[in-house]
């Protein structure tokens, strides 16, 4: 079983201010025309999968590998993009067989670190039958049989629940902050991030007198900076765990490949 009580780790440079929150966020998008063109990719994807809480269909998970994975997600360096059909097949099998518990996850009402609790050990199970999952071939460059790998299962969970998971890579979360990549320490990472999502709200509220929900304010002002930006056309937008996924790449943000 998973014990919430010891799943907290010390994450170094968490977003606790509102300002810096959104600092961050905004220099995450402040690139070149190829990094619109990540946004742009991102919110398609998303908005294809996500347009309700039914599960995505087998035409839905083309777009999940080969488009949001395997290119925006640079998933294409351990994966072999050549075996796009194999590889949707093994994961579409993967996630058929939990079915019930990735809807469970998919459907979640979270809005602070403790509503978190009582999914600790589903989203455990899940990430770690994802994660184990190999495949053969992968890259020509690779001699041995690969795995999924927790990278990609980071990934994978993020678009298939959302409201929940979050994204973590290896060059700008698990490698500088010293975490495992096993179930547990993705657990506890998440637990680390929604807590980060609590401060920044309660930040925003000391700061201003609102008349409504921390959280809705600042979705709707993240997307305003969208479309300001040109990224959407006022219809899109990104959930809080992908803001939670921008903040990573502050103060001094990584390049996206994580070096």
Excluded at 193 to 198: G, S, V
Aim: charged share 30%.
């Amino acid at each position: 079983m998973f014990n919430a009580d010891r799943a907290f780790l010390l994450m170094k440079h968490l977003a606790y201010t509102f300002q810096d929150f959104k600092s961050r966020i905004e220099r995450y998008h402040g690139r070149d025309v190829s990094g619109q063109h990540d946004t742009e990719v991102y919110l398609e994807v998303y908005d294809l999968v996500n347009s309700d809480d039914s599960f995505p269909n087998q035409v839905q998970f083309k777009p999940i590998i080969s488009e949001y994975l395997l290119e925006w997600g640079g998933m294409y360096r351990w994966l072999d993009r050549t075996k796009k059909e194999e590889i949707s097949e093994v994961i579409v099998n993967v996630v058929d067989n939990d079915k019930q518990k990735f809807a469970k996850i998919r459907s979640a009402a979270i809005h602070s670190e403790n509503d978190l609790l009582e999914y600790d050990q589903d989203i455990k199970d899940l990430y770690t039958i994802l994660c184990d999952e190999t495949f053969v071939p992968v890259t020509k460059k690779m001699k041995r049989i690969g795995r999924f790998g927790p990278t990609a299962t980071g990934k994978l969970l993020h678009m298939l629940a959302p409201k929940i998971c979050i994204i973590w890579d290896q060059g700008v979360v698990r490698g500088p902050n010293e975490l495992g990549e096993d179930g547990y320490a993705y657990v506890s990472y998440l637990h680390e991030k929604w807590k980060e999502w609590d401060k920044v709200k309660e930040d925003l509220v000391r700061l201003e007198e609102l008349g409504g929900d921390p959280a809705q304010e600042i979705l709707k002002r993240h997307s305003q900076f969208l479309v300001k930006e040109g990224y959407s056309d006022g219809t899109a937008h990104e959930p809080i765990t992908k803001l939670l996924d921008e903040t990573n790449y502050g103060p001094s943000r990584p390049s996206l490949d994580g070096s």
